[in-house]
């Protein structure tokens, strides 16, 4: 049977940002959606596909397999980035804010990071924990499914596909990580580190 998915709940407080507006927020919502929608199309006509024609330069069952894939990251990603934003703002949770003094030297060097990734990834910039390593670090990607690292965690995702800032900011990529930025839930970001940091 096909594993099929549902959207999550839309929180409310992503369409309170302040730089990045609700119509911006409401548009990119859909895109997820579509992401969410094309999972479980991928899936049915999995489920028809032959497995004896599998072949890794071209079949059927290839292209389903890749394009899996790429929902699959626009599922995870977008759902990691729209509840880790909020009109809130805050500060990292002692316990984050630790490891990243511990890891990136200060909060402020962790930004520098991040929006350096953000500038240099053409899809995403994420901060995630290294499970083997043992340390939080900035990783880009350049599409949904590209640059995965293994064995890591993302615990703060940054969009940075032009549609996440095009109608607000048309091509000023930098003001939008900017009002990014500004507009991180730390509570959410703190709770998602806490959680990983249970298991150390």
Do not use: C
């Not at 997820?32 to 929608?37: N, P």
């Not at 032009?162 to 970001?189: G, L, M, Q």
């Amino acid at each position: 049977m096909a594993h099929q998915l549902s959207p999550i709940a839309k929180p409310d407080k992503i369409l309170k940002l302040d730089g990045i507006s609700a119509e911006s927020v409401e548009a990119h919502w859909g895109l997820y959606e579509a992401y969410v929608k094309k999972y479980n199309e991928v899936q049915e006509k999995l489920g028809g596909a032959d497995r004896s024609a599998a072949n890794q330069i071209y079949s059927e069952y290839r292209g389903l397999r890749e394009q899996l894939t790429f929902a699959i990251g626009g599922i995870k990603n977008h759902e990691l980035y729209f509840n880790n934003l909020g009109n809130q703002g805050g500060s990292p949770s002692d316990v984050l804010a630790g490891q990243v003094e511990k890891d990136f030297g200060s909060h402020d060097a962790m930004i520098t990071e991040l929006k350096a990734g953000g500038m240099a990834g053409r899809g995403w910039a994420w901060v995630a924990w290294d499970w083997d390593w043992s340390r939080l670090d900035v990783y880009i990607g350049d599409a949904q499914n590209t640059f995965p690292v293994w064995n890591a965690t993302p615990i703060l995702a940054l969009d940075v596909y032009e549609h996440s800032y095009i109608r607000d900011f048309s091509t000023a990529r930098p003001k939008y990580i900017e009002a990014f930025v500004a507009n991180i839930d730390w509570a959410d970001v703190s709770g998602r580190w806490e959680r990983i940091a249970k298991e150390l």
